[in-house]
């Protein structure tokens, strides 16, 4: 289970939202590991589990209960013979109506430009680009220790099996997240360098040059909306 101080961190957002610095009550937040696999994978290999949690902030500028929906879990990128470099890593949530299809409603990015959303964040993968919103928040990675890590030391994926674990935080009104209901998180990884087909070519870290070996990886989960929230105060 996180420590309170990485819960806090996960929860922090600029200053113009209202939830300055938010201490937890009653929180928890499981971030839950894939067991790792001895095999030797290509570097087009991703899985991923995850949980979402719901919680009710009483912030301290009138905005009562203001809905806050955390994504937690960890992404493995299989990789057994290339170098690739990670530029890009994105959360996004899905809901549906009925029996229509999922359709996205939120997303927050990880890249070399940052995290915070406000700005919206915007970065290229091989289906196109991709930007964040529309609510608030930030994605946060973490170790095995529940230390905190910054994307430049994650972007260098090793050989073997490189867990990613993430607390995503959505910090607004989601009303498509039904409780108890389905919803489906998608995650992307972006690398360059990659030895893999069917790759793209792309200004994948937007340093102005077009990068070619680019892979985007897509992995999609089925998800419970829980049907309680906890309640946080600032």
């Known amino acids: 289970m996180p420590s309170l101080a990485l819960v806090r961190m996960a929860f922090f957002l600029p200053p113009r939202h209202a939830m300055l610095r938010l201490s937890v009550t009653a929180l928890a937040l499981v971030v839950s590991l894939l067991g790792l696999r001895t095999n030797v994978l290509a570097c087009a290999t991703l899985r991923a589990t995850a949980r979402i949690d719901t919680f009710g902030c009483n912030c301290s500028e009138g905005d009562l209960e203001t809905p806050i929906t955390v994504v937690s879990g960890t992404a493995l990128i299989g990789n057994g013979r290339a170098a690739p470099t990670l530029t890009s890593l994105i959360i996004e949530l899905q809901a549906r109506h009925g029996t229509s299809v999922y359709q996205p409603i939120a997303r927050q990015i990880l890249s070399a430009a940052g995290t915070d959303l406000p700005p919206v964040r ?47 935080t959505f910090a607004g009104p989601l009303p498509q997240l039904v409780p108890g209901s389905r919803a489906r998180l998608k995650v992307y990884t972006t690398a360059i360098n990659t030895d893999q087909p069917h790759t793209c070519t792309i200004d994948a870290d937007a340093n102005g040059t077009l990068d070619s070996n680019v892979k985007t990886l897509i992995f999609q989960k089925s998800v419970r909306v829980p049907t309680t929230a906890f309640l946080i105060n600032p």
């Open 122 to 168: 915007s970065v290229a993968t091989c289906n196109g680009p991709v930007s964040s919103g529309p609510v608030a928040g930030r994605i946060k990675l973490v170790d095995a220790n529940e230390q905190a890590l910054t994307f430049d030391q994650v972007k260098s994926i090793p050989l073997g099996l490189t867990p990613l674990m993430f607390i995503a």
